[in-house]
């Protein structure tokens, strides 16, 4: 099932499981649903309760209740548990629960959802819930449904301008939303587009190289704030800029490989400085911005050159060693980190 006949279904139907991840596209959805109400009286008639906090039979009162105001209500059950075992409902609820809603009334829509689970085919209630509501898998989208969703938002926010299939792959590229493991999510990808669409605001029309000049600035812009941490000797800091890097849908290997080319570049900027060049020349020279070559500098300063270059030797020791099967994957920039710490504590 495609984004567009899950759309359609919306319409179509009263009862409705939202599996799935994506958190963006759960919102989207519901919000799709509220804007059938009575703007006036949505404080009415969408209501939003949490099974974890309310009585099987509680929920079913404020289901059954007629709308308000308006000929519809839509009611959204959260955190709901699809398992039998370890439920806060007992299994007699359950069943009642499934029963009585089989004779929900046409004006009612029902959403459950539970975003920690996004697969429970397994789960007892799930199996019974699944027979009388229609499930709607919202998880990431593949490749094709990725591109049907930039084109469309990006036609919505740029008023209709189309915009090129070349300019659509970069995007998704720079994003590493479809990268194995990212934890990009389209609530990344939709600031990633504000950016793109005052891109085009900015300079009337953008290519493939202002996309990457842009976004590679971003990033540079978040490794120095990792670097400042570790550079003022915040450990708590520096793992919480690495956190918010790998939460942007950042690769762990990625953010490791940026923070050494960035130590070796400031090696670089530390050769020109010995002969004399100020931190402008050197920007001029090597076609860096001053900011990037004065803090370069400040950071050589502060623990000189070999150190620098001890940590680039233990960044590339640790990448060797998770490649060739010596170091899992997870711990590999979480350990790069720590050896960093250690070098220049030492």
Same mark, same amino acid.
């Given at each position: 099932?495609? &984004? ?37 009286? &949505? ?183 990792? &670097? ?15 956190? &918010? ?96 710490f250690d070098i220049i504590e030492n």
């Amino acid at each position: 099932m495609n &984004l567009k006949e899950a759309q359609s279904l919306l319409h179509n139907k009263n009862k409705f499981i939202f599996m799935g991840e994506e958190l963006y596209l759960i919102k989207k959805h519901l919000d799709q649903l509220k804007s059938e109400l009575n703007p006036d009286f &949505l404080i009415f008639n969408y209501i939003e309760l949490d099974q974890r906090t309310e009585s099987c039979e509680e929920v079913l009162m404020k289901i059954e209740a007629v709308p308000m105001m308006d000929t519809q209500k839509i009611v959204h059950l959260t955190n709901f548990n699809f398992a039998i075992e370890g439920n806060p409902w007992t299994e007699g609820q359950l069943k009642e629960f499934v029963e009585r809603l089989k004779l929900l009334p046409r004006d009612t829509k029902l959403v459950i959802t539970n975003n920690e689970i996004s697969a429970a085919g397994h789960l007892g209630a799930y199996k019974s819930l699944s027979k009388i509501a229609q499930v709607i898998k919202l998880g990431r989208l593949d490749i094709k449904e990725l591109k049907e969703f930039l084109e469309e938002e990006l036609q919505s926010k740029l008023e209709g301008q189309k915009i090129s299939m070349d300019l659509l792959n970069e995007i998704i590229k720079l994003s590493g939303y479809n990268e194995k493991k990212s934890t990009t999510s389209l609530y990344d990808i939709e600031s990633m587009l504000t950016q793109v669409v005052a891109l085009y605001q900015d300079k009337g029309k953008i290519s493939k190289a202002d996309l990457q000049a842009h976004f590679e600035q971003k990033k540079e812009a978040d490794i120095f704030r990792l &670097l400042n941490a570790i550079r003022d000797g915040k450990k708590p800091e520096a793992f919480r800029e690495y956190s &918010l890097l790998k939460k942007s849908g950042e690769h762990p290997i990625k953010i490791m490989i940026s923070l050494a080319k960035m130590l070796s570049s400031m090696v670089g900027y530390s050769y020109y400085a010995a002969e004399g060049y100020s931190a402008k020349d050197i920007a001029q020279e090597l076609k860096r911005s001053p900011y990037a070559v004065e803090s370069g500098l400040v950071f050589v300063r502060k623990f000189g050159r070999t150190k620098l270059i001890n940590i680039i030797d233990q960044i590339v020791e640790i990448d060797y060693k998770m490649k060739t099967g010596d170091l899992d994957e997870s711990l590999y920039a979480e350990l790069a980190l720590m050896r960093i710490f250690d070098i220049i504590e030492n």
